[in-house]
Every structure is written in C-alpha cells, then in structure tokens.
C-alpha cells in the first residue's frame, strides 16, 4: 500500500468506523465492538508496517491544500514521538474495546458508546500525526467534544451530565486559549507546518511575542493535562463508564498535553521562563494529586487523582529543558500508559463483580479473585515505583534528574518535593494494592459475590501488566524506541541510554528507598492520617469551579439584560445607531474627496420616472404602517420597481431572481399577516417616531453617498474582468453570474445555503410555539374576529392553478438546465417551483396539497446541503481545490451536443435548500393557520 494511502487510512478509518457503527445502532453489540476492535487492529497493524522505516530516520508524510489561504493544510506525518503516541491510541484502544464487549450491560447504547470512542480514537490519532499546527488545533477540538460524549454517556445521571460539562468547559476553554497561542506561533515562525516551526525555535525563543504564545500554549496543555489548579475536572470525569476512563483519562486524552509539550519542545524549551512555569506547575500537581489521593476512597477516585499527579510528573521532566529529562519523561510515559490502563480495567472488574468501589468496603479479594489480583496488584507496585518493575527504573530516572534543577536559586528544592511526592505516590499505590485484595473483608456482601470473570475481561490488563514486567526486566528491549523518541522531542540524537534495573549505590537510588519506605510508614499510619486529614478544611475546587461559574453566569445575564432589553424596537436601534456612527466615522477620518472623477451618465425620463416612483411607494409603506395589506401592496411596488431597473441596466439574472423573491416573500406575508390583527396598535410615540425617521435618514444619506462616492470612481483592477475572462474557459458557462455563483465564488454560496437552511430551520422553530400559551390565545382572538371568504376554494382558482401546475414546473426545470448559460440557476428555479407548490396551497388548501408531498422540508435542506458539500469534497478526489468544478460537452443522437458540468449538482443543492427553506415557512404558516381555527372552533363549541 502506497505510503500516502497509509497516513490517510490512518487517520479517517476511526471515522469512517464511528459512522458505520452510528448506522448501524440498531445492531447487536457483538457487531459494534466487533467493528471498533477491528478497526483499531487494523490502525495499529499499520503503524506496525511503518515502525521500523521510522525507527531508522525515515519521517513518511503526505500533504493535501484545505484552506491554503490561511496556512491550512491537511499534512499527516508519522515521527517517532507520533509512532509511539499512534501506537499507544491504537494499541490500549483495541484492548479497551474488548474489554468493553463484555463491561457493558446488555441494555446500554452500545452503537453510542463505540462510536463515540472511536471518534474519540481519530481525534486523538490527528492530534499525534498532524503536520500542521492548525490541523492539530482542529483535532484537539475534536478531544474535547468526543470526551464530552463519552463523559456524560450515562445521560441519565446528574454525575455524569456535570462532569461531561465540567470537563467540556475546562478543556474547550483551554483549547480557545490554545487557538491564540498556536496561531502567534505560526506568525512568528513564518509558517504553520510543523517541520519549519520545529527548525525555528530560536527566531520563536528571540521573539518580544514569545512569553505570550508561550503561556497561551501552556494554558492549553495545562487544561487538557489536568495540571493545577485546572485538575478538578479529571476526578469528575470518572463518572463516564470504566473503559472510557481507562481510554481516555490514563492513556490518551489527558497526555494530549503532555504530548503537545514533548512536540514543541525544541521550540519552547530552554528558557528561564519555560523552566520555572513548567517545572513549578508540574512540581505541585505531582505532590498535590498524590497527597489528595492518598485520602480518597472511590477506586475511580484514587486512580483519577494518581493520575494527575503522575501527568505532573511527566510535565516537570519535560520542564527542566534537559535532554536526559526528556528520555526519562518518554520513558515514563510508556508505563505509565500500561500501569495505569491496567489499573483502570481493573477496577472496572472490582466494580462490576462486587458491585462497589469504596475501598473502604474491600478487602481480602485475592482469596475470591486471585487473576485480578495478581494483575493490579502488579500494575499498582509500577505505580508505586518498586522494583523490579519499569516503574521503578523511571522514577529513578526522574529522581536523578532533579538533582540537576535548581528552581529559584535553590538546589535542593526540587529533588526534595520531588522525593516527597515519590513517597506519597509509593503510599497510595500499596494502599490501593493492599485495600483491596490483603487482610480480612471489611464488608461480607461484596466479598461474598465477588469472583474472577471470564478472559474477556481480565486479558487486556492482564496484556498490560506484562508490558510493565517487561519494561522493568528488559527495558534495554524498549531502548531503540525510547531513543528514537527521545530524539524527535530534543530535535538533535538523544543521549546515550542505560535503561537498567541496577546502576549502582547512587544518590537517586538512596532517594528511591527513601520514597518506597516513607510510602510503606505512610501506609501503616494511614488510619491516624486519615482522621487528621478528614477533621481539616479544605478548599473543593469543584465548589469554587461551580460558584465562578454562577458568578459568571449572572454577571453576563445582568450585561446582556443591559444591553439587549426586551425591547425588539430598542435592539434595532441601537445596532443600526452603531453601524450609522461607525459609518461616519470612517467617512470623516478616511478623508479624500467625496464625489471621483469618473464622468457620469446623463438620467433617462423613464429613470427619473422609476425613481419617484420608488421614493413614493416609500414614503407610502411608512403611511400606511398601520393598514398592512395596503403596506404590502406598496413593498410589491418598490420589488418591481427594482426589478424594472435591473432588466433597464442589462441585468437579467438579478431581475428574474428579484422577481421570483418579491412574489414568494409576498405570498408568505400574505399567509403570515392572516395570523395578525388586523389593526396593529400602536406602538412608538411620536417622539420616538420622529428619532427613528432621523435615523433612518442619516443611514439612508450615509448608504447613498457611499454609493454615489463608489459609482463615481474607476476601480482598478476590478475583478469583473478577471470573471469575464474565465467564465467559458475555466468554469464552462456563459452565464458569468451563475459561474461566479458555483464556480469562482461557490464557498460563499455553500455558506450562503447552510445559513438559509438554518434560516428556515429557526423559522420553524419559532412559529412551532406560536399556538401555545399566551401567543396561541392572542391568535384564537384575531382569528374568530376576521370574516372569512363564503367560498374557502374557488372553483376557477383551483382549476387554473392546476392547469399552471405542470407548465411553471416545466418552466422552472427549463431554467434550472440553462443557468450556466443563460439567465436563470438553481436558486431562481428553486423560487419558480416554489411558486407553482405555492399556488396550489393557495387554491386548494393546506390538506389537499400535504397530502401529495412526497419529500419532507427538512429532508430537502439536509439533501441539498450533502450534496452541495459532496460536490466540493468530490473535487479533492481528483487533486483540484475545494468546489473547483469540471464540465464537458457530449454529443447524442437527436438531442445534439450538450454541456455537462459538475456545478450542476452544486446548482442542485441550491436548488434542494431554497425550496425546502420556503416550503418549511409555508409549512409553518399553514399548520399555524390550522390549529389556531381548529382552538378557536373548539372554544367556541357550547359543552355537551
């Protein structure tokens, strides 16, 4: 398989899995953890494939232009720090998925769960192969939203749905901050491929701007990391299921930052400032997180507190902007990665065969479950640090390198707390070990139903913990890889390697026996601590987190009551007295002439005539604000008007679209004020009438003398000739207007859709309501005091519009087909359809035409954004930009030589959204109309 086809199968088969596995909910679990499970199998066979031609120097990459213009690129790179990030993903995530299959009961959501973990899985794999910092910025996002589903999968727990928040706000929050730091990165680098940044570092180091983007970037890792004081998220986040914990919050998400720190390690590093933030943060997270886990009693709980100060140890390494700190962060990383995972799923077993995770009501499991105790009582000992085991061999590590980081002109400082955090670490791991399954039962129900299960679930961390033996019996076996990674995080070769369990009597060593004993004493006065511990106060940052954010809450709710009051009439005007003074004020600091020297063109009697015209029906729909179907005439009027000029200055797309608008807005207004009385009251006095007509005033002179200032000058260089230019030769149309709309400018017209869509989406919404409540019996009042037509169909009307049905249709396809050369497109024959369907609604009643709808409005918009999407997305395919579009003429009997081209499914979507966007509206109206007749008739009826 071609290398370029590997990186990309990488990174979109977890997607591409998650879908299928969201189709596909209905199925059995067999099924979805059959699917997640083989797809990660298959992602870490492939990583396999690549290892060795990374391992000896040989960086595979792909590059694909997204959003050039802005330094986006779609680049995946495979390095030996995203190999072992990569593999650990993919690698734990095939564990964890069968693990899961038989975790999960059979009546959870499991389509939901695997899909979502496997969104999960891809979001991560972008995050470690990324060659783009943007790119990466796109999958972090994506972390944050997955593990949000994934956190709060229990939906019907209150725990769940706060922490799932909680987790949310805390990382998106960081992720933002992140977005800043990344992108003043790039600027100062000059670029935003990863390679470059990584040569770069001493033009990012040399920069004024460096200790913002530095403390923007570690805001971002922090956060996502669980560093103090954002950590309070984590131990909350241990109410997803177990394996989304063992996933998510020991081997993958919560090192997303710790691996974004390894990456720009040879960009940030080296600095005084760097050093003292990022070993400080991870100093006190380390002794923190093992002091609060020391006390904690839910299994979950120790374990998520474990590892926030096992990430802090990680991220001090990392900050001493030593290489052999690096080697020793790498190195942990690995264990740490299978010890934890490991002790994760095993005590999701505790959980699921006992029934209980409070330590306090365990005890002398090994009896009942010797396989799981074997298992986490060998995973805790990694974690404890004690030998013979890769725990120990990395702590040692980091212990030695502490003694060469003197933090604030203190050399002692560092290795001391160091050591500290090492001993409490040592006491809550043999804590856990000896809770649970040593001594007598504390309480006889979870013991007496408490049993080893089957394979299935004690395999994986079974896998794990042989992992961990063997890092710590044979670590030189993991040496080519830590020393390739080390390599990519110092951006030079890593330093010579003794990954061995014995170096000597040696100072860190003297420490680590001092941690284990000081652990083990800790352990013995437990109880006595415990007490103290329990009588003292202590600040919860759960609280603190939930009061900012009340005081934020009301704090911005008091803002936005202040600046956006009830008042509709009052929003407007301060909006559009904003705009006029904005507008006046760029006109008078801009300066310049205000009329250009571009000759103008002598006004035509009919020109004068349309433009009083205009100025009249204006000043009409103003006096008659009150009578609104006189004020709707009147905007007919003005619609014409406008249309009449277009068709006077050689503009027939915009006349035929201005058309087509002012009959479909007509109509709908039509249906829309039979829903209002008949006489609005009145609501602006005539002060504030006349402030209102100042202000349109001076808006109306501001727009007119932009125009007139505009339409006097010669523009240079303007980009009609350009689209004159290419319009056949580039998008296959004569049409220039349609070509610029699907071809040279189609992104703007894919937004242009989706905002329509969601136009009519919130039309929808907001006229749903419009029958209930105090706003349904205001309607059931106007509607019993309007008369009603005698004849509610009129025969000639009906007969007429049905006759027209077939002729505007065929008229509406005719202008669809000839829009890329001639006037018309998707979107004016969305309108003509419109019309037609319109028509028959009008004639024969909202019932007779519902009932022959084939198509809902929704399904219509939804289709017509796909498609329009999957036309762009099509080009990619075949190496052009997003949107770009392909055309060719044909040839066939009878019919001549035609033209085809691929902006006419672009066109097509047009066309889908535009018409299901006015059908929803009158859909809405229609309904409204209904059930408020149907209120008023029911409250009218005299009681049986």
């Known amino acids: 398989m071609a290398t370029p086809l590997v990186l990309y199968t990488l990174v979109l088969l977890p997607f591409v899995t998650a879908l299928v596995i969201a189709f596909s909910s209905g199925r059995g679990r067999a099924l979805h953890s059959g699917l997640a499970a083989t797809a990660s199998g298959a992602g870490l066979l492939l990583i396999l494939a690549l290892a060795p031609r990374v391992l000896a120097g040989d960086i595979p990459r792909v590059a694909a232009a997204w959003v050039p213009a802005i330094g986006l690129d779609f680049t995946v790179m495979l390095d030996p720090l995203g190999l072992l990030f990569a593999g650990l993903i993919l690698g734990i995530g095939l564990l964890v998925m069968v693990f899961a299959h038989f975790y999960l009961g059979a009546h959870e959501a499991s389509g939901r769960f695997f899909a979502s973990l496997m969104l999960f899985q891809g979001a991560m794999l972008g995050i470690v192969v990324s060659g783009n910092v943007l790119l990466l910025l796109v999958f972090w996002e994506l972390t944050s939203l997955s593990s949000f589903l994934l956190i709060g999968f229990w939906r019907d727990q209150a725990e769940a749905r706060q922490g799932a928040r909680m987790a949310l706000a805390v990382t998106g929050g960081g992720g933002l901050v992140l977005i800043a730091g990344i992108v003043l990165l790039g600027l100062v680098a000059g670029s935003f491929d990863l390679p470059t940044i990584l040569e770069r570092g001493d033009i990012v180091r040399a920069s004024p701007l460096y200790p913002v983007l530095l403390l923007l970037i570690l805001v971002g890792c922090f956060t996502k990391s669980a560093q103090f004081p954002f950590h309070f998220w984590l131990p909350h986040a241990m109410a997803a299921p177990t394996p989304v914990s063992a996933y998510l919050h020991s081997a993958t998400m919560v090192k997303a930052g710790v691996f974004l720190l390894a990456r720009l390690w040879p960009v940030l590093a080296g600095t005084d400032l760097y050093t003292v933030v990022v070993t400080g943060v991870g100093l006190v997270t380390m002794t923190f997180g093992a002091w609060v886990a020391l006390f904690r009693h839910d299994l979950k709980s120790i374990l998520a507190y474990s590892t926030i100060s096992q990430l802090g140890l990680l991220v001090m390494l990392l900050g001493f902007s030593l290489e052999l700190a690096a080697v020793a962060a790498v190195f942990h990383i690995l264990n740490h990665a299978v010890f934890k995972a490991a002790l994760f799923l095993s005590a999701g077993i505790v959980d699921h065969e006992t029934g209980t995770r409070d330590i306090r009501r365990l005890g002398g499991l090994a009896r009942v479950m010797p396989i799981t105790a074997i298992v986490a009582t060998l995973a805790a000992a990694a974690m404890a640090g004690l030998p013979p085991l890769g725990g120990f061999i990395s702590k040692e590590m980091m212990l030695g390198e502490t003694l060469a980081v003197g933090l604030f002109g203190l050399p002692w400082l560092v290795p001391m707390v160091a050591t500290i955090a090492a001993a409490l670490s040592a006491g809550y791991s043999l804590r856990l070990a000896t809770g649970l399954f040593f001594g007598a039962p504390r309480d006889a129900g979870p013991h ?18 042989v992992l961990a033996v063997l890092l710590g019996l044979a670590p030189m076996l993991a040496a080519p890889l830590v020393a390739s990674v080390s390599g990519a995080v110092i951006g030079a070769p890593a330093p010579a390697l003794d990954l061995s369990l014995w170096h000597g009597f040696t100072l860190p060593l003297a420490m680590s026996i001092v941690a284990i004993a000081v652990g083990a004493l800790l352990l013995g006065r437990h109880p006595r601590l415990l007490g103290w511990y329990e009588r003292a106060r202590h600040l919860d940052a759960k609280r603190l987190f939930d009061r900012g954010l009340a005081a934020t809450d009301a ?26 003074l904005l507008a006046v004020d ?34 009409a729909v103003l006096g008659a604000q009150r009578r609104r179907l006189r004020a709707l005439v009147f905007i007919g009027v003005i619609g014409t008007v406008i249309a009449l000029a277009f068709v006077y200055l050689s503009a027939p797309d915009l006349a035929l679209t201005q058309i087509a608008v002012e009959v479909v807005t007509i109509i709908l207004l039509l249906l829309a004020l039979n829903l209002l009385p008949k006489t609005p009251p009145l609501l602006s006095s005539p002060l504030r009438r006349w402030r209102d007509a100042g202000l349109a005033a001076l808006g109306g002179l501001g727009a007119g003398s932009a125009a007139w200032a505009m339409l006097t000058r010669n523009p240079n260089d303007p980009i009609s000739g350009y689209h004159i230019a290419n319009s056949y030769s580039g998008g296959g149309g004569t049409n220039i207007v349609n070509v610029t709309l699907v071809d040279f400018r189609a992104f703007d017209t894919l937004g242009e859709i989706i905002v329509l869509g969601i136009a009519g989406l919130a039309i929808y919404a907001l006229l749903d309501t419009a029958t209930r409540g105090s706003a349904g019996a205001r309607l059931r009042t106007w509607q019993a005091d309007m008369p009603h037509s005698p004849e509610r169909h009129p025969v000639m009307f009906v007969m007429a519009s049905r006759i027209l049905l077939p002729l505007v249709l065929s008229v509406g396809v005719f202008i669809f087909l000839r829009g890329h050369n001639e006037p018309g497109g998707g979107f004016v024959a969305a309108l003509v359809v419109a019309i037609a369907i319109l028509l028959q609604y009008l004639a024969s009643g909202f019932d007779w035409s519902d009932a022959r709808r084939r198509i809902g409005e929704h399904v219509l918009i939804a289709f017509g954004v796909l498609i329009a999407m999957a036309t762009g997305l099509g080009s990619l395919l075949f190496g052009a930009n997003f949107l770009a579009s392909a055309f060719g003429y044909f040839t066939l009997p009878i019919v001549g030589k035609f033209e085809l081209a691929t902006a006419m499914l672009f066109d097509l979507g047009v066309f889908a959204v535009v018409f299901g966007a006015v059908m ?17 008739a029911e409250t009218q009826r005299p009681p049986s």
């Open 586 to 619: 760029g006109a008078v600091v801009g300066g310049g002439s205000f009329t250009g020297s571009r000759a103008g063109i002598p006004a035509s009697p009919v020109a004068v005539l349309a433009w009083v015209l205009l100025l009249a029906a204006t000043g």
């Open 555 to 580: 704090g911005v709710r008091r803002l936005v009551v202040a600046v956006h009051t009830p008042s509709l009439q009052r929003m407007v005007f301060a909006v559009f007295a904003v705009v006029v």
């Open 448 to 465: 007496a139903r408490a049993h080893d299960p089957g394979i299935g679930m004690w395999l994986s961390p079974a896998l794990l913990v």
């Open 920 to 936: 929803l509206a009158l859909a809405q109206l229609s309904h409204i109309a209904q059930r408020a007749a149907r209120a008023a």
